[in-house]
């Protein structure tokens, strides 16, 4: 069985770009956790999704962000209008029931 | 909201040596606390979690203590060896439907041979 997949691993935006961070959970989990990491800092919770639906956003910011976890195909983070404070490291989670998150090797996303 | 705090920041250890890594919490609703390992690069990776109903438990080198009183909770990682090096992360949440981790600023630690 796979481990949670995210890609790109490493993505270079330049200011006023989209950034689009994709996750696919291991088989069988219908739950994505999307979690952001600045440098030397612990991860930080910012949106908890079921199958097509959005459960919790409250730590994703109001503007700009926003995500998806489709019936098919891989939960998307989306960035737009990107500026230098959103360079972090982006980790997505999955968990086949609402405990025990398996978390995925990341997105570096650097905004120039 | 839950506050986590972690000390220390970074650990250097003799291989061999006992490490411990301590964390506080600020909600006393909270009643799951995981600990995680991350490898340079990597996502972090759940090596041992405790729930409010169990004070201690050990999983061969590891083991975790919870004082729910004191809102406290420990990783002790026993004979430690070079590859235990990573930053340790602790995290608490309330199982409320679903885990909202709340995560502490990571523990660096270095085993030395």
């Known amino acids: 069985n796979a481990g949670v997949m995210q890609n790109p691993r490493h993505l270079v935006r330049r200011r006023g770009q989209e950034a689009r961070l994709r996750c696919s959970p291991m088989?069988?989990?219908?739950?994505v956790y999307w979690y952001r990491q600045l440098p030397e800092e612990g991860l930080k919770f910012m949106v908890y999704l079921q199958k097509e639906n959005i459960i919790d956003e409250s730590g994703m910011p109001k503007e700009r962000f926003s995500a998806e976890f489709p019936k098919e195909g891989p939960s998307i983070l989306r960035i737009q209008q990107v500026v230098r404070g959103d360079s972090a490291a982006y980790f997505c989670?999955?968990?086949?029931?609402?405990?025990?998150?398996?978390f995925g090797p990341g997105t570096r996303l650097t905004v120039l | 909201g839950e506050n986590v705090e972690q000390h220390p920041s970074t650990l250097s250890v003799q291989e061999g040596d006992s490490a411990v890594i301590k964390c506080t919490y600020s909600d006393s609703a909270s009643n799951y606390f995981p600990w995680y390992k991350q490898e340079l690069g990597k996502g972090p990776q759940l090596i041992i979690d405790i729930r409010s109903n169990v004070g201690e438990k050990k999983d061969q080198r590891i083991a975790v203590t919870l004082n729910k009183t004191a809102k406290h909770f420990s990783l002790h990682i026993t004979e430690t060896q070079p590859e235990d090096s990573a930053v340790y992360f602790c995290?608490?949440?309330?199982?409320?439907?679903?885990?909202?981790?709340?995560f502490g600023t990571g523990t660096r630690l270095l085993v030395s041979p």
């Open positions: 088989k069988g989990h219908s739950h």
């Open positions: 989670a999955s968990s086949p029931s609402p405990n025990e998150q398996f």
């Open positions: 995290a608490a949440t309330m199982n409320t439907g679903f885990q909202k981790l709340v």
